[in-house]
């Protein structure tokens, strides 16, 4: 779950620069920062889940 937000920080910044018109370090659009946040939370969803079942299990 930590990594999933560390992850979903630095996209955020990402986004933060490239909103700001910022050049990106990396050829990476604002669509695609924004894919990667989605993909990021769906799998801290997932952990989250898996966690709560070994809790309830």
């Known amino acids: 779950m930590l990594s ?3 992850r979903m920080d630095d996209k955020m910044r990402r ?3 490239l909103v700001q018109g910022s050049k990106a370090k990396v050829e990476e659009s604002i669509e695609d920062t924004l894919l990667d946040q989605i ?3 769906i799998l ?5 889940r898996k966690q709560k079942e070994g809790l309830n299990g």
């Open 4 to 6: 999933a937000l560390i």
């Open 15 to 17: 986004l933060e620069n």
């Open 39 to 41: 993909g990021y939370g």
């Open 44 to 48: 801290a969803l997932v952990e989250l």
